[in-house]
């Protein structure tokens, strides 16, 4: 391959890592022409972006990208596809589902800032919540105190009424 080829791919791959915020690498041998496919229109379908990558291309466009990415340049070995989001918890659900215990399988990603290396990472991926699953639990959290003082003084307005009126009668 030549460098001018070399060249755009490492900027490419680091276009996809400014667009999206979340990034999961996964080991992509063994998939049949039918098995790729089915996995390339599931991400699709997710808002999921996967790209087939060269390991030493992907591990120059992450020496350029700013952050630390040292843990994850031993995963960069094998067949690798990287699956792109927004949505840090979307790939590790769609890898589990997918997977069933064969590839693609995991092996490292980068989610909400953090680092994650290993296979057995994927369920712990998979229960991250997402920024609007954070804030709809919240503003339910807020809401629930407002409605119970609304409905204590709605309910309340009646019994110190009540007894309001029980005492002018006592009288």
Do not use: W
Not at 78 to 92: I, K, M, Y
Not at 102 to 113: D, H, Q, R
Not at 131 to 155: H, R, T
Request: aromatic share 8%; glycine share 8%; net charge negative.
């Amino acid at each position: 391959m030549r460098k001018e080829d070399k060249s755009t791919l490492v900027n490419e791959l680091l276009s996809n890592l400014n667009e999206y915020s979340h990034f999961y690498v996964t080991e992509a041998g063994g998939l049949n022409a039918e098995a790729s496919s089915n996995l390339r229109r599931a991400c699709f379908g997710k808002e999921v972006k996967m790209v087939m990558v060269k390991n030493t291309i992907f591990k120059k466009a992450l020496e350029q990208y700013e952050g630390d990415f040292e843990e994850l340049y031993p995963t960069l070995k094998g067949t690798t596809a990287v699956l792109f989001a927004n949505t840090g918890n979307v790939p590790a659900k769609l890898i589990k589902d997918f997977s069933k215990g064969e590839n693609p399988a995991l092996k490292s990603a980068y989610v909400e800032e953090s680092l994650y290396v290993g296979a057995d990472q994927l369920e712990a991926l998979c229960s991250i919540k997402s920024k609007d699953e954070l804030l709809g639990d919240v503003i339910g959290l807020l809401q629930s105190p407002m409605k119970n003082v609304v409905s204590a003084l709605q309910s309340g307005g009646s019994t110190i009424h009540g007894l309001l009126q029980t005492l002018a009668e006592k009288e």
